[in-house]
């Protein structure tokens, strides 16, 4: 399989250093303790945290492709504080303690992050700038400033979340009709490629097994099986995110939502002059249907929007610069930065993320049976997969802790609906998001529009 494959999934992939080198396959029938399946943030993590406590643990993991094909290595780059689903937990009195607790752990995961890569030699341009969201129009402000009042009703200070006026959000970044907005410093800027492949790499320097080219496809308790081999251990975990609908009885559990992302030609400093994000915050509007944008390590501009689901659950991997989409995103990109306007985009990217039909993120562990499962990041795993793969590996240690008894723990999310509800519904929905959007960058309220878009989806 040649090695240029692996250039192109991403911007990310496409600028390291040295080209991705595929792993040999799994063949034949091996022995291990523990095998994961998928080779992206979550199965990494959790390897590298069980490897940490148990440097005699065998550890075996297997993925499709290469390690980080995945969203792993196509993401924004954000390595944030969000998790998927927290504001239900927070409102809900019964939960709330549980969730504050999950909230703080989310916090001390992007410094986990940044920790973890930094002892283990990885150098993935992490950078913990922050993150700013603007408000560009009144309601869009109002609906910000509504949930910034809602954190810092939960007991969150300022030193969490910080509301910041026109004047002040433009000293950090000069976003077009930007009334205001929040910034929080829990969040960091990275690399993806660079993370998940020094991941990979690390793993195997300390003795972990890492298969690539090997798709999975049948997990049962004890067994994981490859098109030219197996794996019998007693623990079998799965994490495979967007791509669990590829796997037998999966194609329900997890919707693939795709994102889809630019890169612009390195930036002169008289350009960063103007539009500002010194010490590379992260970036993004409070419009629904989401933009996120960062700073990169080489003063390129990468910016993303989302929203993509094709039918039966479709996962694609590569697409064609002339793909519309894109020609939205860098539309979206010029609203908040108009000045950008002459400059070249380089790249042009987008992959599959996986989203739960309640949006909450869960992890599995059957302890009798040793099969576990983690996913449902719905576009917010940079820094919840670190968290994942630490408590995964507290639970496969058959330990408790305070991890261990987060709400995502056992959580439950019913199936998406058949075709072609699924894809009605997600049309739909998005459509909706895209509305509401649009009336409300004219000043009004969305009403109906956004309404609807609430009830089904979420940030």
């Given at each position: ?6 250039r192109s999934?991403s911007?990310w992939?496409?600028t390291?250093?040295?080209p991705?080198?595929p792993?040999?396959p ?6 291990f303790?523990v095998?994961?399946?998928?080779a992206g943030?979550?199965g990494?993590w959790?390897?590298?945290?069980l490897n ?10 297997v993925?499709?492709e290469?390690?980080g094909?995945?969203a792993s290595?196509?993401?924004?780059g954000?390595c944030a ?8 937990l927070?409102?809900?009195p ?7 607790a999950?909230?703080?752990?989310m ?6 992050v940044?920790r973890a ?7 993935c341009?992490?950078a913990k ?10 309601p869009?402000?109002?609906r910000l400033r509504?949930?910034?009042d809602?954190?810092?009703?939960y007991?969150f200070a300022?030193q969490?979340f910080r509301?910041l006026?026109?004047n002040?959000?433009?000293?950090r970044?000069?976003?077009h009709?930007a009334?205001?907005?929040t910034?929080s410093?829990h969040c960091a800027?990275?690399q993806?490629?660079k ?14 097994a890492v298969?690539?080219?090997?798709p999975?496809?049948?997990i049962a308790k004890?067994l ?6 197996s ?6 975990l ?11 009885g999966l194609?329900r ?7 889809m992302?630019i890169?612009t030609e390195?930036?002169?400093?008289s350009?960063w002059?103007?539009i500002?994000l010194?010490?590379?915050p992260?970036?993004?509007d409070?419009?629904?249907t989401?933009t996120?944008g960062?700073r990169?390590?080489d003063?390129?501009?990468?910016f993303?929007?989302?929203g993509?689901?094709y039918y039966g659950s479709?996962?694609r ?5 002339s793909d519309?989409a894109?020609a939205h ?8 930065f ?5 400059v070249?985009?380089?790249h042009?990217w987008g992959?599959a993320?996986g ?6 993120p ?6 009798h049976?040793g099969l576990g499962?983690?996913?449902g990041?719905a ?5 919840a997969?670190n968290?994942a793969?630490r408590t ?5 240690l058959r330990?408790t802790?305070?991890?261990?008894r ?11 609906e058949p075709?072609?509800?699924r894809?009605?519904?997600s ?5 909706m998001g895209e509305?509401?959007?649009a009336v409300?960058?004219?000043g009004r309220h969305a009403g ?9 989806a979420?940030h």
């Amino acid at each position: 399989m040649s090695a240029d494959r692996f250039r192109s999934p991403s911007f990310w992939f496409s600028t390291l250093e040295n080209p991705v080198q595929p792993r040999a396959p799994l063949e034949g029938d091996i022995q291990f303790d523990v095998a994961i399946v998928g080779a992206g943030y979550t199965g990494l993590w959790t390897a590298y945290y069980l490897n940490q406590r148990e440097p005699g643990c065998r550890i075996a993991v297997v993925e499709a492709e290469v390690a980080g094909f995945g969203a792993s290595g196509r993401n924004g780059g954000w390595c944030a504080y969000y998790f998927s689903g927290i504001e239900s937990l927070l409102a809900d009195p019964n939960q709330r303690e549980r969730a504050l607790a999950l909230q703080r752990a989310m916090f001390d995961a992007v410094d986990e992050v940044g920790r973890a890569s930094s002892a283990s030699g990885i150098d993935c341009d992490y950078a913990k700038g922050g993150v700013l969201i603007a408000g560009t129009s009144r309601p869009e402000l109002e609906r910000l400033r509504a949930g910034y009042d809602e954190m810092r009703g939960y007991g969150f200070a300022e030193q969490d979340f910080r509301w910041l006026d026109a004047n002040a959000f433009a000293e950090r970044a000069r976003i077009h009709g930007a009334l205001g907005g929040t910034y929080s410093p829990h969040c960091a800027a990275i690399q993806p490629a660079k993370l998940a492949q020094g991941l990979a790499a690390f793993l195997e320097s300390r003795g972990v097994a890492v298969f690539e080219q090997s798709p999975v496809r049948a997990i049962a308790k004890g067994l994981l099986t490859t098109d030219r081999g197996s794996i019998r251990a007693d623990n079998v975990l799965r994490c495979t995110e967007g791509y669990s609908c590829r796997l037998p009885g999966l194609k329900r559990a997890i919707l693939p939502l795709h994102s889809m992302m630019i890169a612009t030609e390195p930036l002169p400093d008289s350009t960063w002059r103007e539009i500002g994000l010194q010490g590379r915050p992260t970036f993004a509007d409070h419009r629904r249907t989401v933009t996120y944008g960062q700073r990169t390590g080489d003063d390129r501009l990468a910016f993303g929007t989302r929203g993509l689901y094709y039918y039966g659950s479709g996962i694609r991997d590569y697409f064609e610069p002339s793909d519309p989409a894109f020609a939205h995103t860098r539309a979206t990109l010029l609203e908040l930065f108009p000045s950008l306007s002459d400059v070249e985009i380089t790249h042009c990217w987008g992959g599959a993320l996986g989203v739960t039909r309640d949006w909450m993120p869960f992890i599995h562990f059957d302890p009798h049976s040793g099969l576990g499962a983690v996913g449902g990041y719905a576009g917010n795993g940079v820094a919840a997969t670190n968290l994942a793969g630490r408590t995964l590996a507290e639970l496969v240690l058959r330990e408790t802790t305070e991890r261990t008894r987060f709400a995502w723990v056992g959580h439950p999310s019913r199936q998406w609906e058949p075709e072609p509800l699924r894809w009605l519904g997600s049309q739909g929905v998005r459509r909706m998001g895209e509305w509401a959007d649009a009336v409300e960058q004219k000043g009004r309220h969305a009403g109906m529009f956004g309404s609807i878009f609430d009830a089904f989806a979420s940030h």
